[in-house]
């Protein structure tokens, strides 16, 4: 072993056989870090040490683990250090997110052209980007029928002609460019208006007089002659430049990317090491399929997927695992309370409602903590299986928190919870953010000191002044609304609590394996008894009139109805109809002879349950109400529920609000008032509720209208942040993702063997923060 000295100027020496080993030279710079009592020697040269991650090691390279250090530096290169690019497209290239190499080599094309070759005019066909060669044969400023100014450009060659439109362009500017006469070679997407075929904002290279076009494409193979990236870009950047700096970055840079896979886990099912993946999403092969490349169905991008989602999955399966290890709290069902809620319920559990209550139970009675995920549709009784398992902790002398996203919900909630929990003699608190003074301190002390048994409450339930005396269960409602973040918060409130997650919001699979990979999941699949289909209908304004008639039927026949509104009350800038407004008007001019109340968030907790009250007790005819009804209330009379502005509500909310109704026995109707000033988006969701109350197809449609980042609500989503994979698109490539992580991680659980050491530095550094994976680095 070489000795290091350090002279009394407190400078080390370095042997010449050292740095020969390093592959360094006296004048190379290199830095120094102290790491686990260890001097850790990384190369720092500018003279850029490159070796393939994957090559064999000869005699004089460097280390193993020093290359890697000089790859991942080698990846957090500053763009602004790229040969082409100044200090203003570094600014514009920051904006998109890429501050370094590594950034730009995961940013994706968003579609590629097909320049190939240059088609004749006569066979551009419309649907497609294609690249063609012509002379403008006439251009100019043209006012089309509406008033609108466009600039058009005839094109033509031997085989035919094309026109080229610029909208909003700058007349002078383009007639001084677009002279009759000149030539180009122009690319774009060919479309058809009426029956002539145009192309909108071309890309040009101008071809000087006497030029042969095929030096030109030649001279420039960034931009032709093969399949062509087109790069998402901000205002200020182009699309030319762009490739060639991406160009740069890929021919200079990928050798240090590392491709972390085995084989054993890519060749069974096709997939490419990253490094090759990348050089092909970049820079396709001549033969290359242009739809696959659209679409992201090549061989190149289903293998980045799926190196993404295997991380991803590897993490969720490595904390599942740990769960599995750790040390909980092995609960005793005595039957103390949950035999008396039953005697007290005026109706038998379901029998899917039993299926989750018994895995809920084993899993309490397990020596380690619960981490379950309840799923099920609206109405399924998801509340008062929680309940129960709450009461099975409280019989064990434990504290039970339960956390909703909003006050709202979470006031719901508390109403349900704490009536059923008064006859059962347990003491139940609401805590919320918007609780003030002695209100608030007087709940936290209640919660401290123990006397509290079940805690419900918003974020203020995992703030640092709360304190629980003994807190066995965490129950999360809503958990999509909730990162992975919150849940471990709640976690550290006690010694390992279970932790009981729940959802009314029906999550297609690849979302839930996505987002809850990590625990188990029970779904309730089954509806109580009595509960029957709701009728529902897209009504446009001008029909208000018969909407109003159907409610005055349905009351006349002993029911009740609900009217939805998007606001308490018209602020100047809206033109949607408010609950406060229109309860007035429904009361006065519609319905004079009809009792009509009003419920918003905005009311005490006190006031709601006393409207609700109201309701439930047949004293109120109908109920004006904002999306407050979405959960929580359970009035089998209701039969109608009428939505105002329905397109502006989400799919999923649409469908937990038409949840209120089709409670009982007697047909239920759900109406979907809109103005008729649809988006296709607007127009796509209202048709879905009229087609089916399956909420896992509402919710497969809301996912597939929205994207994965509305669907939860971008805020509190907890989806993690994949640069390539696509969880619509690659649904079967994550299934194959989690099926081989979860394989691994049983064929070696501490990812100790040769070929996953690597693998399990990787995961720390990508998602060990995000999912508390620190134990395992």
Not at 407 to 424: F, G, K, M, N, S
Not at 556 to 580: C, F, H, M, N, W
Request: with cysteine; glycine share 8%; net charge neutral.
């Amino acid at each position: 072993m070489t000795a290091l000295s350090l002279d009394k100027s407190g400078r080390i020496t370095i042997p010449t056989e050292m740095l020969a080993k390093l592959g360094l030279k006296p004048g190379d710079s290199l830095a120094l870090e102290l790491r686990d009592g260890a001097l850790v020697i990384q190369p720092t040269s500018p003279a850029r040490q490159k070796a393939s991650p994957a090559a064999p090691e000869k005699p004089g390279d460097p280390p193993v683990a020093v290359r890697h250090a000089i790859a991942r530096k080698n990846l957090q290169t500053p763009m602004q250090f790229i040969k082409g690019i100044g200090p203003k497209m570094a600014e514009l290239l920051e904006k998109r997110g890429i501050k370094t190499v590594g950034d730009a080599l995961y940013l994706l094309p968003l579609r590629y052209e097909d320049r190939r070759e240059l088609i004749p005019v006569a066979r551009l066909r419309p649907g497609t980007s294609q690249v063609f060669q012509g002379r403008i044969l006439a251009a100019d400023s043209v006012t089309t029928r509406g008033g609108r100014r466009v600039f058009e450009a005839m094109v033509g060659d031997a085989s035919g002609q094309i026109a080229l439109k610029w909208f909003n362009a700058n007349a002078v500017w383009m007639k001084r460019t677009w002279k009759v006469g000149r030539e180009g070679i122009f690319t774009g997407e060919v479309s058809v208006f009426g029956h002539q075929r145009e192309v909108h904002h071309p890309d040009v290279e101008w071809l000087e007089e006497g030029t042969d076009v095929r030096e030109i494409m030649a001279a420039d193979p960034a931009n032709f002659g093969r399949i062509v990236p087109v790069y998402p870009l901000t205002e200020g950047l182009q699309q030319k430049p762009m490739r060639k700096v991406m160009r740069e970055v890929v021919a200079r840079f990928l050798d240090d990317v590392e491709n972390h896979l085995p084989a054993s886990l890519l060749t069974p099912h096709d997939f490419m090491p990253v490094p090759a993946a990348l050089r092909q999403v970049h820079m396709p092969p001549a033969d290359a399929d242009l739809a696959g490349l659209n679409e992201g169905r090549s061989q190149a991008h289903r293998s980045l997927a799926f190196e993404e989602f295997f991380f991803w999955e590897l993490g969720l399966a490595l904390k599942r695992r740990g769960i599995t290890l750790e040390e909980g709290i092995a609960f005793q069902v005595t039957h103390r309370y949950t035999k008396q809620l039953a005697r007290l319920l005026p109706f038998e559990l379901t029998a899917a409602q039993r299926r989750v209550l018994s895995e809920i139970k084993a899993d309490m009675m397990a020596p380690h903590p619960m981490h379950r995920l309840v799923q099920g549709d609206v109405g399924c009784g998801k509340t008062l299986v929680a309940l129960m398992a709450a009461l099975v902790a409280v019989e064990n002398d434990y504290q039970v928190a339960i956390m909703a996203p909003t006050e709202i919900l979470a006031e719901q909630h508390w109403l349900t919870i704490h009536r059923w929990c008064a006859e059962l003699g347990i003491e139940t608190v609401l805590l919320t953010a918007g609780m003030k003074g002695r209100a608030k301190s007087d709940a936290m002390a209640r919660v401290t000191e123990g006397s509290a048994r079940i805690v419900i409450g918003t974020h203020a339930v995992i703030q640092d002044k709360v304190e629980f005396k003994r807190l066995g269960l965490g129950i999360i409602d809503e958990q999509h609304r909730f990162g992975v973040l919150q849940r471990g918060i709640l976690k550290k409130k006690g010694s390992n609590p279970d932790i009981l997650v729940m959802t009314a919001t029906p999550i297609p699979r690849t979302l839930a394996m996505t987002l809850f990979g990590d625990l188990s999941l029970s779904v309730i699949d089954e509806l109580p008894p009595g509960r029957t289909p709701v009728e529902t209908r897209v009504y446009f304004e001008s029909r208000r009139a018969q909407v109003y008639d159907m409610i005055r039927r349905e009351i006349g026949q002993g029911r009740q109805a609900y009217l939805i509104y998007p606001l308490v009350e018209e602020t100047e800038k809206s033109d949607l109809r408010a609950a406060a407004q229109m309860a007035e008007h429904l009361r006065t001019d519609i319905f004079p002879g009809l009792r009509v109340a009003l419920l918003h968030g905005r009311m005490s907790p006190e006031e709601k349950e006393a409207v609700m009250g109201s309701f439930k007790a047949r004293e109120t005819d109908i109920l004006v109400a904002t999306t407050v009804i979405e959960v929580g209330i359970d009035v089998p009379n209701a039969t109608v529920m009428v939505i105002e502005h329905a397109e502006r509500f989400g799919l999923s909310q649409l469908h937990q609000l038409r949840g209120r109704v089709g409670r009982g026995q007697a047909r239920s109707y759900c109406i979907l008032l809109t103005s008729g000033k649809l988006s296709e988006d607007g127009e796509k969701r209202l048709h879905e509720m009229e087609k089916t109350n399956d909420g896992f197809r509402i919710a497969e449609a809301d996912l597939e209208i929205r994207g994965p980042g509305d669907f939860l609500g971008t805020r509190q989503s907890g989806m993690p942040d994949f640069r390539i994979a696509n969880i619509l698109r690659d649904g079967q490539i994550l299934e194959t993702a989690r099926k081989a992580a979860f394989e691994l991680l049983a064929a070696d659980p501490e990812l100790s063997g040769s070929d996953h050491v690597r693998l399990r530095e990787e995961l720390v550094s990508r998602w060990g923060q995000r999912l508390e994976l620190g134990s395992i680095g």
